[in-house]
């Protein structure tokens, strides 16, 4: 996939950029995850953050959160993984099966 046609000036107006965590102010998914709309196509806020902003992301991988906060899109606060380092990350901080709320903030 190539560089998208979007202005990421207008993803980035999306954005509350007072805190450490860029939060998404647009629409969010039943999981409380950002939902952003890069040509016609839906995305979760955090991985347009990464396709917009850093670059191409490979096929088999995600974007994952250093932050584990959902609304989050700051890139120095995403990482590329795989589900196994996503599954790993949830253990090391012991959040693996347990829910957590959807809203949430930079607090």
């Not at 599954?87 to 901080?93: H, L, P, V, Y």
């Not at 693996?96 to 809203?103: I, Q």
Request: charged letters at 35%; a positive charge.
């Amino acid at each position: 996939m190539g560089r998208p046609k979007t202005d990421p000036q207008r993803f980035v107006n999306k954005l509350d950029k007072s805190g450490d965590c860029w939060l998404w102010k647009g629409g969010v998914d039943k999981d409380g995850y950002g939902k952003a709309t890069i040509n016609y196509r839906s995305w979760k806020a955090s991985r347009a953050a990464w396709h917009l902003l850093v670059g191409p992301i490979p096929q088999d991988k995600l974007v994952l959160h250093t932050c584990d906060v959902r609304l989050c899109c700051n890139p120095d606060h995403l990482w590329l993984g795989t589900q196994s380092d996503n599954i790993k990350d949830m253990d090391k901080k012991g959040r693996r099966g347990k829910r957590r709320p959807r809203k949430e903030n930079n607090d």
